[in-house]
């Protein structure tokens, strides 16, 4: 079984900086690319960032510039470090793992619960 665990949401005023991170945890061969997505109430969940296990990176038009996303391998974790927020950020953040187990099995899409970013003053 594995879990993906999101954590540091919350309130923040625009312009300011929050950083997310999502750990991933069970049973564990290999992390492939992770990412992050968000969703907001109405529409579709959407894609925020990835990045591979090499550190390669892409981020959506919306977030370019302003969001990295970083991730520690040793720790199986991933973060995303959002400065400049805009309330148009406000959304709860998804994280995604392609994840190989100890069994030899293939989770392309594990998911994390999700953690809400909230962007007002």
């Known amino acids: 079984q594995v879990r993906l665990v999101e954590s540091g949401g919350g309130l923040v005023q625009p312009g300011g900086s929050l950083r997310l991170s999502c750990a991933a945890s069970?049973?564990?061969?290999?992390?492939?690319?992770m990412g992050w997505y968000r969703r907001t109430p109405g529409r579709e969940r959407e894609l925020v960032a990835t990045?591979?296990?090499?550190?390669?990176?892409g981020y959506a038009e919306p977030v370019k510039g302003r969001f990295t996303i970083t991730r520690d391998n040793a720790k199986n974790t991933v973060y995303l470090q959002m400065n400049s927020v805009r309330p148009e950020d406000t959304a709860v953040y998804y994280c995604?793992?392609?994840?190989?187990?100890?069994?030899?099995?293939?989770?392309?899409?594990?998911w994390g619960q999700g953690t809400l970013v909230t962007v007002s003053s």
């Open positions: 995604n793992a392609d994840v190989r187990t100890t069994d030899r099995r293939r989770i392309p899409d594990a």
């Open positions: 990045i591979t296990n090499g550190g390669n990176t």
């Open positions: 069970g049973s564990i061969a290999i992390v492939g690319t």
